[in-house]
């Protein structure tokens, strides 16, 4: 049972419009979601998170959405850039014997079209 | 800054052979992990140590063991590799679970391809 859901496998918009990448979770113990953006033939790069008892976060052109009772988030960039274009997971963290143990999504594929 | 190395980036092996994956990293965190991705997928949790001494077993840790071997290193074994261990194995680190977010950060990954 996938315990962290991207159902979008891929989305395309365009230089300058709004990007929406969702993640839905199942378990109520996580305590930090966290987004990571990766580039083909690198690792994952951390890009913004959110705790458990806040419902916004915003860095820059990120803002990071918590809907607790639905359990849903989502990721707005604003405006996108073709250098946005990547991977996206959502991951979703517990604490278990002081490490964070993050479980994550498939993954989102963003295209920025210039 | 180096952050997290992985070696080696690429491997092939034969079925039945061993190896070991190594990773370290110099940002003197306490927790560090071992994930594997395939393709169209995420990734998925094998082992993880949260301090210096201790390691425990993530979602997927069926086929292998790890050492931490100190603070900076935490090696991944294959005893026996099988066709079902191909994909791209990324070793990542944070600072304590109590101290933030916990956000991980990753080597370059090692891409594994067992023939």
């Known amino acids: 049972d996938q315990q962290v859901k991207q159902n979008s496998p891929s989305l395309s918009v365009q230089e300058g419009r709004i990007s929406i990448l969702n993640c839905d979770y199942t378990?109520?113990?996580?305590?930090?979601f966290l987004w990571y953006k990766k580039y083909p033939a690198e690792g994952p790069t951390f890009l913004i998170s959110?705790?458990?008892?806040?419902d916004k976060n915003e860095d820059g052109r990120f803002t990071v959405f918590l809907n607790k009772s639905a359990k849903h988030l989502s990721l707005h960039i604003v405006p996108s850039q073709p250098g946005d274009s990547a991977v996206y997971f959502c991951?979703?963290?517990?604490?278990?014997?002081?490490?964070?143990?993050?479980?994550f999504g498939d993954g989102t594929t963003l295209t920025v079209k210039p | 800054n180096a952050g997290v190395t992985q070696t080696p980036k690429f491997q092939v092996l034969k079925t039945g052979q061993s190896m070991t994956l190594q990773c370290a990293q110099d940002?003197?965190?306490?927790?560090m992990y071992w994930y594997r991705q395939d393709p169209g997928m995420g990734l998925r949790l094998i082992y993880y140590?949260?301090?210096?001494?201790?390691?425990d077993k993530g979602e997927v840790p069926n086929g292998y063991n790890v050492s931490r071997l100190n603070k900076r290193e935490f090696s991944l074994r294959l005893e026996s590799a099988a066709p079902s261990q191909t994909s791209v194995y990324f070793c990542a680190s944070s600072e304590t679970a109590r101290r933030g977010t916990g956000e991980l950060f990753f080597g370059e990954g090692s891409r594994l391809t067992v023939l």
């Open positions: 378990n109520s113990m996580f305590d930090y």
């Open positions: 940002m003197n965190h306490n927790s």
């Open positions: 959110i705790s458990s008892i806040k």
């Open positions: 140590s949260a301090s210096e001494g201790t390691t």
């Open positions: 991951a979703a963290r517990v604490e278990l014997r002081n490490a964070g143990k993050s479980t």
